[in-house]
């Protein structure tokens, strides 16, 4: 029987989708500590979670007002991030069976460090890491990384296309059985099973080979999460799990159907690519209590907060534009952009800049499910069997307490309908997800 796979989604961050976590009484505020996400990653573990993943981003926001002032001020998403591959190696360290991933961009990294750093992490964890492959969506992470320019966004893919070709060589470079450990000859190592890359390319060039030994999955698991079609394209060639944002069942079942088409062209077998749309559960003993923890949630939102990020993700300076003002008195270029948003979200184009600030900053148009356990089951059943993911992210709307409310209600109910493992099987993530 078809089970579904489920994922833990978080920020090295104060906040997560939700920009109310770290304003919530039930969050607790570890977020710059080890142990905070250790916690995190054992209640996973309990829940029987495929993985837990870290999205990330290289700047602090400054799009509105052309300054981070405001960001910083009222907490909006990117204004704090820790580096989440030094989170990952703590959280493995507690754990035995839950994969591990974390976000790294093509555009302002080198193969060669990334896949030393992966193949590590895929070590230290025993087969559980996996790689959230981004290109980078900010102008503004350019001039960190001593870059005047941002690449044009078909460009960014197709340095990525060799990115994932390059380190995939890197990864290889050792093979099985290299490492020897013949103690009694002194015999380390097979120099016949390792070798160089020698890659010479459009984008990139590396000699290799790598100076770890192979890890237990060859390489990590990977993620991505494309939205633009060559995005899509990018992600049927070679993501073995797909996170995807839709506000709604018709346009995840879509999401669905295109990237599992593409794969064809590729010579993929879909089976081999699961897709997981982000949810945002808000769980009851009774529906009524489900609704007021959505509406308490909800109601911590800023709105500041969210229309920064917003600003942000748009790219779009909305600090010209009263707060007070209808969306649709926007200028037309800006409007556009805000229009995408409001027909993704479902919302009239006479709502202020304020309220929108403020609905974007509950979610950032991940759904939110509320019920009982049962009727959060029943409707993530629904979603499975009409073919709209594989499975799903589940973003917090408090930490740690969403996260155990879910493994303690409805993780019960999902393993009652047969829906979901009741033991992990295999070794690594990709035994988990089925891929091997």
Request: some cysteine.
């Amino acid at each position: 029987m078809r089970q579904i796979h489920l994922a833990g989604f978080l920020l090295a961050s104060q906040v997560v989708h939700s920009h109310a976590v770290w304003r919530h009484p039930r969050t607790e505020l570890g977020f710059l500590e080890p142990e905070y996400y250790q916690n995190i990653a054992r209640v996973l573990e309990r829940g029987k979670f495929d993985l837990v993943f870290f999205a990330d981003s290289l700047t602090m926001p400054d799009t509105y007002g052309g300054s981070f002032v405001e960001s910083l001020k009222y907490g909006a998403q990117g204004a704090l991030r820790l580096d989440p591959l030094v989170l990952a190696t703590a959280m493995a360290v507690v754990t035995k069976h839950i994969g591990i991933g974390i976000t790294r961009s093509t555009t302002y990294y080198q193969p060669y460090d990334l896949a030393r750093g992966f193949a590590t992490l895929d070590h230290i964890s025993r087969g559980r890491a996996a790689w959230n492959v981004v290109t980078s969506s900010r102008a503004s992470e350019a001039g960190n990384f001593g870059f005047d320019e941002h690449l044009e966004h078909d460009l960014r893919y197709d340095r990525a296309d060799e990115f994932l070709e390059v380190a995939s060589k890197l990864w290889g470079s050792w093979e099985e059985g290299a490492l020897v450990l013949d103690k009694e000859n002194g015999i380390f190592a097979d120099p016949s099973k390792v070798n160089y890359v020698h890659h010479v390319g459009k984008w990139l060039k590396s000699r290799g080979p790598l100076t770890v030994p192979r890890s237990p999955q060859g390489r990590p698991v990977i993620i991505q999460a494309g939205a633009s079609n060559k995005g899509r394209e990018f992600a049927a060639k070679w993501a073995e799990l797909i996170f995807e944002i839709s506000p709604n069942p018709t346009l995840m079942k879509s999401y669905y159907q295109d990237i599992k088409t593409r794969m064809a062209k590729y010579g993929r077998n879909p089976d081999t690519c699961k897709i997981l749309p982000a949810v945002m559960p808000f769980v009851g003993e009774t529906e009524t209590i489900a609704k007021e923890k959505q509406v308490f949630h909800n109601e911590l939102v800023h709105p500041m907060a969210g229309l920064l990020t917003m600003s942000n993700h748009l790219n779009v300076d909305l600090s010209q534009y009263s707060l007070d003002e209808s969306v649709e008195k926007v200028e037309a270029q800006d409007y556009q952009k805000l229009l995408s948003v409001l027909q993704r979200l479902s919302l009239d184009k006479t709502i202020t800049l304020k309220e929108l600030g403020k609905i974007y900053g509950r979610s950032l148009a991940v759904p939110q499910l509320v019920g009982t356990p049962i009727q959060i089951t029943d409707k993530l059943e629904a979603l499975f069997r009409e073919e709209a993911g594989d499975g799903f992210v589940i973003s917090p709307a408090y930490l740690p307490g969403s996260f155990d409310e879910f493994v303690d209600l409805v993780i019960p109910e999902l393993q009652k309908r047969g829906l979901f493992r009741k033991e992990y099987t295999g070794n690594t993530l990709k035994d988990s997800l089925g891929l091997n």
